[in-house]
């Protein structure tokens, strides 16, 4: 049965509209009723009891703000009458009880279809890479794609060429602009599918940046980290690699970043130096040799079983919205918690939708070094963001406020859930590679596509990534599967989105319910018995991140 409203934690002293309140509408407060004294739109928040000038707001359990204003009971809290507000966190964990793993007996022995890489790591997928180590090869990479993408049978994307060419012939009839504009396009037809002559490479895919050169050199090193964290990827077969010779990001530099995570890296990698090979023309001809030959290579990969503790995955929101919090990241907080209890990795990432959860996290340190190198990075990021006339509480989005997360404490304290419950075993700093199973912090802006580029650089070979508003964020190379936190988004944009956890708002189904159904499709969508719609549409997001530059 759907409620009227929702009450995170005990402690919180404002509840959450789960559906529009009009004024004077009664709802449930502790044992009795309140009114609310003004319009409620579903996903805000309403004062049960008001708030005074300066009083402190808490959800989550934790504080997300104080009142700028007082508010009367019953009233809605806007950016006008609340503002940011965080409590202070100490680098040394305070007691708490041990983790109670949930059970995950059901779940035991359960496989999925995945491609086994010699370093023991296990891809969902089985990826060709082209990709630049600075951005004047961005051009090479594009005819690199057009020479290759379509004859071998990688062309997915929709053409609206028919509408254009429609619309030409309307003009050219003597149409009116009002006419133009109330024409009946014929549907978008889709480009001609070639069969595939590699049937086991699930595609090519070619990366470009705006990095490489120019800025410091502290830039091209960190680039040349993430790159090589998409070559050694498990859901990557091999690498055709384009270099001018000049720049900044060197090709040694990369093979020195390769070997700090692969040190018996053997997958086919073939570098190409512009300036030594000289023309354009015998640069792509070489290129497109080589990478047919990898191709070939990376066509032997079969799926074989594999156990659930090979899965790495990467949690992400963005577009979030004021059920984001009660709906799909706890979701993905209970499917956290059943891989790490099945020895899986997971990955929390968005350093600045960690404000004001920070002692939570701490204390879920499992020592003391982890959790001050927590704190470290948490106070250096946000310093730096300080330093440039920003800050952490600038995070939210105008989507973000328009839907009810008004402050980015309130952000964070929804957002954070997405992690579960289980211990902090690393905290990464971008773009470290993950190598203990359980739940790994990342260092990462909250940007969504930044974020998703740093935990597959990171060694995710999953992305569950939750969304209120909607968005078609996707990554070249492993799959970003799309869950709203509302059915009313995957009725409104069923072509990206995958899961729907808004049955939890609508009272259809539990947390633990939705998070089993969201782990039973990760199976199957590692297994490749799933194509998700980031996949379908080939929306293949790459950001790197510029450290110091992005909330």
């Known amino acids: 049965m759907k409620h009227q409203v929702a009450r995170i934690h005990p402690a919180d002293n404002v ?3 789960l559906m529009d309140l009009p004024i004077g509408t009664e709802v449930p407060w502790d044992n009795g009723f309140v009114i609310t004294s003004e319009a409620i739109p579903a996903k ?5 009891l ?3 000038v300066g009083q402190a707001v808490t959800m989550y359990g934790v504080l997300v703000g104080t009142a700028r204003e007082a508010i009367r009971p019953g009233g809605r809290l806007t950016t006008a009458n609340m503002q940011h507000a965080t409590n202070s966190y100490d680098e040394h964990a305070q007691q708490r009880a041990a983790w109670q793993a949930p059970d995950v007996t059901a779940w035991q022995g359960r496989t999925f279809m995945g491609y086994h890489r010699a370093d023991g790591r296990v891809g969902t997928a089985n990826y060709w890479l082209v990709i630049p180590l600075v951005f ?7 005819v690199l794609q057009e020479a290759l993408i379509t004859d071998l049978g990688y062309g997915r994307r929709k053409s609206y060429q028919p509408e254009t060419r429609k619309l030409v012939e309307l003009m ?3 149409k009116s602009v009002e006419e133009i504009l109330s024409a009946d396009l014929e549907a978008a037809s889709t480009a001609a599918r070639h069969t ?3 049937p086991n490479v699930d595609g090519i895919r070619f990366l470009s940046h705006e990095g490489g050169c120019g800025g410091i050199r502290q830039d091209a090193q960190t680039l040349c980290g993430l790159l090589a964290g998409y070559i050694t990827h498990p859901n990557v077969a091999g690498a055709t690699v384009l270099s001018l010779g000049c720049q900044n990001a060197q090709a040694s530099m990369l093979q020195e970043e390769i070997a700090r995570r692969d040190p018996n890296f053997s997958k086919p990698l073939y570098i190409l130096d512009q300036q030594k090979l000289g023309t354009e023309e015998t640069l792509i001809t070489i290129a497109l040799r080589q990478t047919f030959a990898g191709l070939m290579l990376a066509n032997q990969a079969r799926r074989e079983p594999a156990p659930l503790s090979a899965l790495n995955i990467g949690l992400e929101c963005g577009g979030s919205d004021g059920f984001s919090g009660i709906s799909a990241n706890p979701a993905l907080g209970h499917v956290s918690d059943m891989l790490v209890a099945l020895g899986g990795s997971v990955i929390l990432a968005e350093f600045p939708e960690l404000c004001g959860v920070e002692q939570e996290l701490v204390d879920r340190s499992v020592d003391q070094q982890t959790a001050e190198r927590f704190s470290s990075l948490m106070k250096a990021y946000g310093d730096s963001a300080v330093a440039v006339g920003s800050g952490f509480d600038m995070n939210p989005s105008p989507g973000n406020i328009r839907d009810g997360l008004i402050t980015d404490a309130m952000k964070s304290a929804g957002a954070a859930r997405k992690g579960g419950s289980s211990p902090v075993v690393a905290v990464l700093d971008y773009p470290e590679l993950v190598t203990k199973p359980g739940l790994n912090l990342l260092c990462t802006p909250g940007n969504d596509v930044e974020s998703t580029t740093a935990e597959v650089g990171s060694g995710a070979n999953i992305v569950l990534f939750t ?6 964020t996707g990554n070249p190379i492993a799959p970003v599967i799309k869950v709203a936190s509302n059915t009313a988004l995957a009725r409104r944009m069923p072509d990206i989105i995958d899961v729907n956890t808004g049955t939890v708002i609508d009272g ?3 947390i633990e319910q939705a998070g089993e159904r969201i782990l039973d499709y990760v199976i199957r969508v590692a297994s490749g018995e799933e194509e998700i719609a980031a996949v379908r549409h080939d929306q293949t997001d790459f950001i790197p991140w510029k450290r110091g530059v992005s909330l």
């Open 467 to 472: 969304t209120g508003l909607g968005t078609p």
């Open 508 to 510: 259809e189904e539990t």
């Open 172 to 174: 050219q009839a003597g």
């Open 50 to 52: 008001g708030l005074s």
């Open 15 to 17: 509840l959450v509209a």
């Open 44 to 48: 805000h928040k309403l004062a049960p």
């Open 196 to 198: 595939r002559p590699f």
């Open 136 to 142: 004047c090869e961005n051009r090479n990479i594009q």
